[in-house]
């Protein structure tokens, strides 16, 4: 089994910066506490590129990550964190190393 990772680079439109951070940390928390399979959620923000964001995800397998996708939370939140966002989301999976 190995591990699914994913790291998504986000430009969040001018004025919707607190309004993706709340939800991003509702989605966050919410996932922490009711994902087991769940290794690592963590956003971030670019230190000078103040719209700039970086979501990093780590899951113990595919079903983990697949669960995480398919949960009532992650349907509710998403849409609405996405709508905040500012062009195309870049999302990248890889091979956790160590």
Sequence with gaps: MSQVVFIATLNVAEGREADFERLQTEL???????????????VVRHAEERSRYIVYARF????????????????????????????????QFFDFVA
């Design 28 to 42: 966050s928390e919410i996932s922490h506490d009711k994902e087991p399979g769940l290794l690592v959620y963590d």
């Design 60 to 91: 113990r397998d595919r079903e983990a990550f697949e669960f995480h996708q398919e949960a009532e939370f992650h349907h509710r939140l998403v849409p609405p964190i996405l709508d905040c966002v500012d062009g195309e989301m870049d999302l």
